[in-house]
């Protein structure tokens, strides 16, 4: 799967949005963006996922560039309850083992 | 509730004591894999297993045992567990392998080996 880069943190105040970019430059025409979220002590859990268009449900939204070099994941407003590690994978239709690769993601903290 | 579920939460263990690490998922899910989560690298896959009778090894693999008798159920086994395999280990469910399923993740066994 191809390489995605995620700032290491970022830090909100609750109630506003946050925005979390990360850019994949080598992203290939059927990659498939995904979002995973970990929070403290516990397993990841699924956020979003889009190719091509923007994608909005019930936790967040997934803006996608023209390009597909580059997405944002959208947390309309921030809780305590967000505060999470994020990552930004890529699943290809050729992954053998079907491995979700995470990489650093981006620790989000948010302030009350 | 739809969920994947891991036994035990917690273990800590001395080297070369066989242990079982349980998973189950109550989906119907063809798809299980099992990761390990260690500070500075990540989770790594382990095995996977695309359906009954069917695994394959992760990235990771050496240390480790897996089996799937059953659609539902996939335990990780360490025959002789070694210090260097103290972790948080993850086991994951999907209803298959195409790029748009979505993984689902148990709570996460620490394991320790002393």
């Known amino acids: 799967d191809a390489k995605t880069t995620q700032p290491n943190s970022m830090e909100s105040n609750e109630e506003e949005p946050v925005h979390l970019p990360c850019n994949h430059s080598?992203?290939?025409?059927?990659?498939?963006i995904h979002w995973y979220r970990q929070l403290p002590s516990q397993g990841p859990e699924y956020v979003i996922h889009?190719?091509?268009s923007n994608v909005n449900n019930r936790m967040a939204s997934l803006a996608i560039a023209e390009d597909r070099k580059s997405s944002t994941l959208i947390l309309h407003r921030a809780t305590l309850r967000d505060a999470a590690v994020y990552y930004c994978?890529?699943?290809?239709?050729?992954?053998?083992?079907?491995?979700?690769?995470f990489g650093g993601g981006t620790r989000l903290m948010v302030k009350p | 509730e739809a969920q994947v579920t891991q036994n035990p939460r917690y273990l800590i263990t001395v080297t070369g004591k066989k242990l079982t690490v349980t998973c189950s998922q109550n989906?119907?899910?063809?798809?299980m894999s099992w990761y390990r989560q260690d500070p500075g690298l990540g989770l790594r896959q382990i095995y996977y297993?695309?359906?009954?009778?069917?695994?394959d090894k992760g990235d990771v693999p050496e240390g480790y045992k897996v089996s799937r008798k059953e659609k539902r159920n996939f335990p990780l086994i360490l025959e002789s567990p070694s210090p260097n395999q103290t972790s948080l280990y993850f086991c994951?469910?999907?209803?298959?392998?195409?790029?748009?399923?979505?993984?689902?993740f148990g709570p996460g066994t620490r394991l320790t080996v002393l």
């Open positions: 080598t992203i290939s025409g059927t990659d498939y």
């Open positions: 994978i890529l699943r290809s239709t050729n992954n053998a083992g079907n491995m979700l690769t």
């Open positions: 994951a469910s999907s209803p298959g392998t195409v790029n748009t399923d979505t993984q689902y």
């Open positions: 989906m119907n899910h063809e798809y």
């Open positions: 889009g190719l091509t």
């Open positions: 297993s695309m359906n009954v009778e069917v695994t």
